[in-house]
């Protein structure tokens, strides 16, 4: 496996077509596409730790060896459990994304529906998926996923649009491969990975064939732009004499890029849908399931579990940690954090095989729904809880630059000062600006897809025939 400096080192062969804030930047020098590198290195450091190593390491029958969990196909309830963890310990690590977490989903849902295509049409994709993740695992490659159309009118389908290439599709087939044009946006972290593995946003309908198509890309393959966002963090980082006095110092925030494919080739080997229209639907299906654990869950517990221990120090700081107001709105914190920390291990724990009989493992869906939707929610109101007890000062506070102004520094000491000097104050109370007065509100919200449509899933699973029967069975009313 890599080490974080192999990784490091094996990403100085790729050089990305990247713009950011309208201008051409190179991936190793810009101070905000760094972050994304240093965060993956983070990860292959935590696979690198014995105290994480069940976490981030598991064994491949396919390679007959150790491998990062960000490549490893679950096939058992264990491996679903440690994969949530992995989701919850790397969000504790870095504040932001594993970057190669919404990669790991793909493949686990490319997996199954591969699997079934190659037993019920002939071809040859699970066959292709298996000697392409053999190439992954031996290589300890970083994969990003890349599912998420532009869309253009949201109440179009694909082939309805006024541009069809705001959804991904096939514009040609050839003997050798296929070439592909659209765009995916909101890529978390593709600048920084080795390649993207691409599926549908939806599922497609007869006649939307071109739109059905999966596939694996290099970073920086020809015809590949990445246009990356750009936000008030990002002048920020620009402007910043120190990444010290930054909310997140090392690892920013969860960095993400429209992916623009200008006519990309893609070569036979690396394409795991062509046309299967059918099947679209149920490989986006998986692939929401695994992630609405994972990255809707999971992750943001972790996320919040610094959230939490943040303001309980800010609390110590301003010495208010002991009044009963505090403590209630910091269990109200633990407690929405926690149920959404149970519906994550219950959507492990109650997981099964599917497809039957493939030996792959996939969550349980309404837990996996009710946790995403649960942490969505109450991600707001831990946010609230952060913003109060934190006070005003995490909104107005100065720069801890002025701690090194000789003008200043006197006065901010002397009345930035509480339970804890100002330096203590001022570095928690940027902390917390980060999270309650930056992007992760929207960001927990949206990622993972957003909530209306596992508020859908979630009425859709459930059985209410067998509640009414309860009800009626109780009440004394026979059934109809
Ligand atoms: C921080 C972050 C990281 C992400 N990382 C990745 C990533 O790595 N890879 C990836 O593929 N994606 C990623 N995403 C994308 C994410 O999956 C999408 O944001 C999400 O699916 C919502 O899609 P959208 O952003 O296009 O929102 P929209 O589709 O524009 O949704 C906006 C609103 O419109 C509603 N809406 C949408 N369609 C309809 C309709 N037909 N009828 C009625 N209402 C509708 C929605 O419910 C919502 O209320 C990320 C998103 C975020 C925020």
Same mark, same amino acid.
């Given at each position: 496996?890599?080490?974080?400096?192999?990784?490091?080192?094996?990403?100085?062969?790729?050089?990305?077509?990247?713009?950011?804030?309208?201008?051409?930047?190179n991936l190793h020098e810009?101070?905000?596409?760094?972050?994304?590198?240093?965060?993956?290195?983070?990860?292959?450091?935590?696979?690198?730790?014995?105290?994480?190593?069940?976490?981030?390491?598991?064994?491949?029958?396919?390679? #007959?060896? $150790? @491998? !990062?969990?960000?490549?490893? &196909?679950? /096939?058992?309830?264990?491996?679903?459990?440690?994969?949530?963890? *992995?989701?919850?310990?790397?969000?504790?690590?870095?504040?932001?994304?594993?970057?190669?977490?919404?990669?790991?989903?793909?493949?686990?849902?490319?997996?199954?529906?591969?699997?079934?295509?190659?037993?019920?049409?002939?071809?040859?994709?699970?066959?292709?998926?298996?000697?392409?993740?053999?190439?992954?695992?031996?290589?300890?490659?970083?994969?990003?996923?890349?599912?998420?159309?532009?869309?253009?009118?949201?109440?179009?389908?694909?082939?309805?649009?006024?541009?069809?290439?705001?959804?991904?599709?096939?514009?040609?087939?050839?003997?050798?491969?296929?070439?592909?044009? #659209?765009? $995916? @946006? !909101?890529?978390?972290?593709? &600048?920084? /990975?080795?390649?993207?593995?691409v599926i549908p946003t939806?599922? *497609?309908?007869?006649?939307?064939?071109?739109?059905?198509?999966?596939?694996?890309?290099?970073?920086?393959?020809?015809?590949?732009?990445?246009?990356?966002?750009?936000?008030?963090?990002?002048?920020?980082?620009?402007?910043?004499?120190?990444?010290?006095?930054?909310?997140?110092?090392?690892?920013?925030?969860?960095?993400?890029?429209?992916?623009?494919?200008?006519?990309?080739?893609?070569?036979?080997?690396?394409?795991?849908?062509?046309?299967?229209?059918?099947?679209?639907?149920?490989?986006?299906?998986?692939?929401?399931?695994?992630?609405?654990?994972?990255?809707?869950?999971?992750?943001?517990?972790?996320?919040?579990?610094?959230?939490?221990?943040?303001?309980?120090?800010?609390?110590?700081?301003?010495?208010?940690?002991?009044?009963?107001?505090?403590?209630?709105?910091?269990?109200?914190?633990?407690?929405?954090?926690?149920?959404?920390?149970?519906?994550?291990?219950?959507?492990?724990?109650?997981?099964?095989?599917?497809?039957?009989?493939?030996?792959?493992?996939?969550?349980?869906?309404?837990?996996?729904?009710?946790?995403?939707?649960?942490?969505?929610?109450?991600?707001?109101?831990?946010?609230?809880?952060?913003?109060?007890?934190?006070?005003?000062?995490?909104?107005?506070?100065?720069?801890?630059?002025?701690?090194?102004?000789?003008?200043?520094?006197?006065?901010?000491?002397?009345?930035?000062?509480?339970?804890?000097?100002?330096?203590?104050?001022?570095?928690?109370?940027?902390?917390?600006?980060?999270?309650?007065?930056?992007?992760?509100?929207?960001?927990?919200?949206?990622?993972?897809?957003?909530?209306?449509?596992?508020?859908?899933?979630?009425?859709?699973?459930?059985?209410?025939?067998?509640?009414?029967?309860?009800?009626?069975?109780?009440?004394?009313?026979?059934?109809?």
């Amino acid at each position: 496996m890599k080490t974080a400096t192999e990784y490091l080192e094996s990403m100085k062969a790729y050089n990305p077509r990247i713009f950011l804030g309208g201008k051409q930047v190179n991936l190793h020098e810009n101070s905000t596409t760094v972050t994304v590198l240093r965060a993956n290195a983070r990860v292959y450091e935590l696979a690198e730790d014995p105290k994480y190593a069940d976490i981030m390491n598991v064994f491949s029958p396919y390679l #007959g060896d $150790k @491998v !990062s969990r960000n490549l490893h &196909i679950a /096939s058992s309830v264990a491996d679903l459990e440690r994969r949530s963890e *992995m989701a919850t310990l790397t969000s504790q690590m870095l504040g932001t994304c594993n970057y190669r977490c919404v990669g790991a989903d793909v493949l686990n849902a490319l997996a199954g529906i591969t699997w079934e295509m190659d037993r019920e049409l002939g071809t040859e994709y699970h066959s292709r998926l298996l000697n392409h993740l053999k190439y992954l695992q031996e290589n300890d490659l970083a994969v990003s996923g890349g599912v998420t159309d532009a869309k253009g009118d949201r109440t179009k389908r694909p082939v309805e649009q006024d541009d069809p290439d705001v959804y991904v599709h096939i514009v040609e087939k050839r003997e050798d491969g296929i070439v592909v044009r #659209g765009a $995916k @946006v !909101s890529q978390s972290g593709a &600048i920084g /990975s080795h390649e993207t593995l691409v599926i549908p946003t939806m599922g *497609m309908r007869q006649g939307e064939e071109d739109f059905a198509v999966a596939f694996a890309v290099p970073n920086g393959a020809e015809g590949l732009t990445y246009i990356c966002q750009y936000t008030p963090f990002t002048a920020e980082r620009e402007l910043s004499p120190d990444v010290k006095y930054l909310g997140n110092p090392l690892y920013g925030q969860r960095e993400t890029c429209i992916m623009v494919f200008d006519n990309v080739f893609i070569p036979w080997e690396h394409v795991f849908m062509c046309g299967e229209a059918k099947y679209s639907g149920r490989l986006v299906a998986r692939f929401a399931k695994t992630h609405r654990m994972n990255c809707g869950g999971a992750c943001k517990v972790g996320f919040a579990d610094l959230i939490i221990g943040a303001t309980q120090l800010a609390a110590e700081f301003s010495g208010i940690q002991k009044a009963p107001h505090i403590v209630e709105k910091m269990t109200d914190m633990i407690r929405i954090n926690e149920t959404a920390r149970a519906c994550t291990v219950a959507a492990a724990l109650k997981g099964h095989e599917e497809p039957a009989g493939s030996g792959f493992f996939q969550p349980d869906d309404i837990f996996g729904n009710a946790a995403k939707l649960t942490i969505a929610d109450g991600f707001w109101d831990i946010l609230k809880w952060a913003g109060d007890i934190g006070g005003g000062m995490a909104v107005t506070m100065p720069s801890e630059l002025e701690l090194e102004n000789p003008e200043t520094a006197h006065y901010v000491r002397k009345f930035m000062k509480a339970s804890a000097p100002a330096e203590q104050r001022l570095r928690i109370a940027k902390f917390i600006q980060n999270w309650c007065a930056g992007l992760h509100g929207a960001g927990t919200w949206h990622g993972a897809g957003s909530p209306m449509a596992q508020k859908m899933a979630l009425y859709n699973l459930t059985n209410f025939e067998e509640k009414k029967s309860y009800a009626r069975s109780l009440a004394g009313l026979k059934e109809e």
